[in-house]
């Protein structure tokens, strides 16, 4: 072997890479893409799920966006270390400064590929002052992945981010079952709302069984309604968990 040479992928290097959930299983797949939305700082999501009529897929936050660089630095770079770049906080746009301090989930980046859940390829639309790049994430032959440029525009009002594919694969799972899901982890701030198919997620999508409520007594103030969340499984949202 004479000079320098890049390493070799196996076809499983994406999976053992992300875990096999991920990549594979819609629920932490769309969990851990909204996950990336609540770290952008964005207040709303929107989602279309595919289905048999329409098997489009696509996720859309009002979240800070990203310029060309940052995507090439924060999206294309394999284990981005977020905490050490951008700290344990999310970042909040100016325009969605009525959002309280967040904690992030990211540490590692390896939730950007969750697209791949949803087809063999996804895109990457982004946008942010002014500027917007829409960039095409595919897997190689060889399990290696690949990130196409196939638009940029100048002009572009506001900021955010959205995953999609054209052509995505129908997952198991429903949307209604996808709202009670979403529902458990992301209701407890006020100012992070996510729609499904144009309807918004409520507490009336979450099972009663996955809802407690206690009334507590504080001095000098009065009753308090404590409404308690559960999903009764443990994931890496577990700190949105609770009251």
């Known amino acids: 072997m004479e000079g320098k040479q890049t390493a070799l992928f196996d076809e499983r290097f994406l999976e053992s890479f992300t875990g096999t959930g991920i990549v594979s299983e819609p629920k932490i797949a769309i969990i851990e893409l909204i996950a990336n939305s609540w770290d952008a700082g964005a207040s709303k999501v ?5 289905n048999e009529s329409d098997n489009s897929f696509f996720i859309r936050d009002n979240g800070h966006g990203m310029s060309e660089s940052e995507f090439d630095k924060r999206f294309r770079k394999l284990a981005y270390n977020r905490q050490r770049d951008q700290g344990i906080y999310a970042e909040i746009p100016r325009e969605n400064s009525f959002i309280s301090k967040r904690l992030a989930f990211g540490k590692n980046g390896k939730g950007r590929f969750a697209g ?6 996804f895109f990457v639309k982004t946008w942010k002052k002014n500027n917007e790049v829409t960039v095409k994430v595919f897997k190689g032959n060889e399990g290696e992945i690949f990130f196409q440029k196939i638009d ?19 997952p198991i799972i429903s949307a209604n079952l996808i709202k009670r899901e979403i529902g458990m982890r992301f209701l ?19 099972p009663e069984k996955n809802i407690k409520e206690f009334i507590l007594t504080v001095e000098g103030f009065g009753e308090v309604k404590l409404i308690a969340i559960d999903t009764l499984s443990t994931d890496k949202t577990t700190h949105q968990h609770g009251m």
Do not use: Q, R
């Not at 929107?46 to 595919?50: A, H, L, Q, T």
């Not at 791949?116 to 390829?121: E, L, N, V």
């Open 116 to 121: 791949f859940c949803f087809g063999p390829s």
């Open 46 to 50: 929107e989602i279309k799920w595919p």
């Open 152 to 170: 940029s525009k100048e002009g572009v009002t506001g900021h955010g981010t959205m995953v999609y594919a054209d052509n995505a694969k129908i």
């Open 188 to 206: 407890t701030d006020p100012n992070f709302e996510v729609a499904i198919d144009g309807e918004k997620i409520t507490f009336l999508d979450i």
